[in-house]
């Protein structure tokens, strides 16, 4: 969590400090991204006055389109996806700071027509020169736009401070998200690159950090001592959609594990860091999958399982096989689903599995990690009607029905001894007023203001691929080998059971909600 999301969780919206004047340039502008999440985004941080009065969106895309076309474009984008009710005066102020450059990503002279746009619009909006560029474009065209930005040194912070936000997927495995921070970071300094992960975003996830560390309650807990194991899920119920070229290309490991299930998993496994800083959250993050375990070829057969949706029911709704969707390859290997067993090797963890599952077409969508406490000595119990101890869990929902709940014991009231499960729920509903927000909103602000806590470091992003390179090496030579086809609508593979079953242990059932 940043220094600033910390404080200012219940502050009111005067409390909050204005981001610093700035142009916000997108590149892709005409794109989905910027229609269905930047817009939205931007909007709401103007409507929360969190945006400076100089502030300026720069759109630089390969249609051509004059200002008047761009704004009509940013405007449709915020009616359609803004899921509230839009202030007519918001909406002006907005699209009169926005304004377009046609060109392709690669061609030089276009860069010098968008210095020339931030000269024009910097000076009438008074920016001092602080530039976020945005890669709201496809991965193909990051390091062209980097090469281009670095040649026409539109990236020296001689006239105000210039920052490069760059969108998922950073990389594909290892080797390319290694050459990607090697070309960012010949152009650009670690300190001006903001490489975005939308899970961190997310209110639940950074309470995470709040959960463990401003309470004196769980974190003498938190340890190989007390927890018997962790389950990190992800679950989607809806399949593959439109999205069929690059989800067939991309699978769920890379999609989901090497950066939102890694980042959560860090922020329960890390250390506590010496301050809020960016630097000493990321670098204790980052030590945590610095110390997974690696994986030899035999580990990768027992310690991850794939699937991939067949046909089935969803909210009594038919959907067909993944093999089937409009753009995947009929005879596709592609898995849709992905658990791993990881060890952390640290003295923390040492012991402790990490369970890790995430898939498109399950039963129910279901983001949430679930700390499973050892279990107290039956021995008191033998001679009572007591037969079995309900299990201590921690379930923080990520989403949806953003909550914590707390798993015990308790005595069933009566004469005889029995006990039953039951759980304490705190919801964030029932305490704050909750806003619609895309996630990206705090992400946005906080590179506007400097603070890159919530973005991921090189070595973060590196660890990560690391980690499930072994996965990548060995599916990629043996295609078909394991992939399970489960039935969409279900539990996902029963390959998957195997895998807790096997240590004595099992998943929380995605589809109803566990009794306590
Ligand atoms: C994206 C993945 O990064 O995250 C998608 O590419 C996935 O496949 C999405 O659906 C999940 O995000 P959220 O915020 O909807 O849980």
């Known amino acids: 969590m940043s220094s600033r999301g910390l404080m200012a969780a219940r502050a009111k919206t005067s409390d909050i400090k204005q981001a610093d004047p700035c142009s916000f340039v997108i590149f892709g502008a005409s794109g989905d991204l910027t229609a269905r999440l930047l817009m939205p985004t931007i909007y709401r941080l103007a409507a929360a006055k969190q945006l400076s009065d100089s502030f300026a969106i720069v759109g630089f895309a390969h249609s051509d389109r004059s200002d008047d076309n761009f704004r009509e474009l940013l405007h449709k984008g915020l009616t359609d996806h803004a899921g509230q009710k839009l202030s007519a005066k918001i909406v002006t102020w907005l699209l009169d700071r926005a304004s377009y450059v046609q060109g392709e990503f690669e061609d030089a002279a276009a860069y010098d027509r968008l210095e020339a746009k931030l000269n024009e ?140 299930l890694f980042q959560i998993m860090s922020l329960v496994a890390m ?29 990768v057969m027992r310690d991850a399982v794939r699937g991939q949706y067949g046909a089935g029911t969803i909210d009594g709704k038919k959907i067909e096989a993944y093999r089937k969707s409009q753009d995947v390859d009929r005879g596709s290997t592609t898995e849709t689903y992905t658990a791993l067993r990881l060890q952390i090797d640290n003295w923390r963890w040492a012991g402790v599995p990490f369970y890790l599952r995430t898939g498109k077409a399950l039963a129910a969508r279901r983001t949430e990690v ?100 072994p996965f990548l090496d060995d599916w990629r030579e043996s295609p078909a080998r394991d992939l399970t086809i489960y039935p969409a609508g279900g539990e996902g593979p029963s390959t998957a059971d195997d895998l807790l079953e096997r240590d004595g242990r099992h998943w929380r059932r995605i589809a109803t909600r566990a009794k306590p």
């Open 370 to 469: 679930a700390v499973k406490f050892k279990e107290a000595p039956f021995t008191l119990f033998r001679d009572t009607p007591v037969d079995s101890l309900a299990e201590n869990f921690i379930v923080i929902r990520i989403q949806p029905d953003e909550g914590i709940a707390l798993q015990f014991n308790a005595k069933v009231p009566g004469p005889r001894l029995e006990l039953e499960g039951v759980r304490m729920d705190f919801k964030y509903k029932d305490y704050f007023a909750v806003q619609p927000t895309t996630g990206y909103e705090t992400l946005l602000y906080d590179c506007m203001i400097g603070d890159a806590t919530l973005f991921q470091q090189a070595a973060e992003i590196e660890s990560g691929w690391r980690v499930v390179q």
């Open 121 to 260: 619009v910097e000076k009438k909006r008074k920016i001092p020169g602080n530039r976020v560029y945005y890669l709201a474009t496809p991965p193909s065209a990051f390091v062209p736009i980097v090469k281009c930005l670095g040649d026409k040194n539109l990236t020296h912070e001689d006239k105000g401070w210039r920052r490069i936000i760059v969108e998922k997927p950073f990389g594909t495995d290892l080797a390319s998200a290694k050459d990607l921070n090697k070309k960012l970071l010949s152009v650009f300094a670690e300190s001006q690159i903001y490489r975005i992960d939308h899970f961190l975003g997310k209110e639940t996830v950074q309470n995470i950090m709040a959960l463990r560390f401003a309470n004196g309650l769980f974190e003498s807990l938190w340890n190989r001592d007390r927890i018997d194991h962790v389950q990190i899920t992800a679950a989607e119920s809806v399949g593959v959609e439109s999205r069929g070229k690059f989800y067939d290309e991309t699978g769920a490991l890379r999609d989901m594990v090497p950066n939102h």
């Open 271 to 299: 250390e506590p860091p010496t301050s809020f800083v960016a630097d000493a959250v990321r670098a204790e993050k980052a030590k945590v999958l610095a110390a997974v375990r690696p994986f030899s070829s035999d580990d």
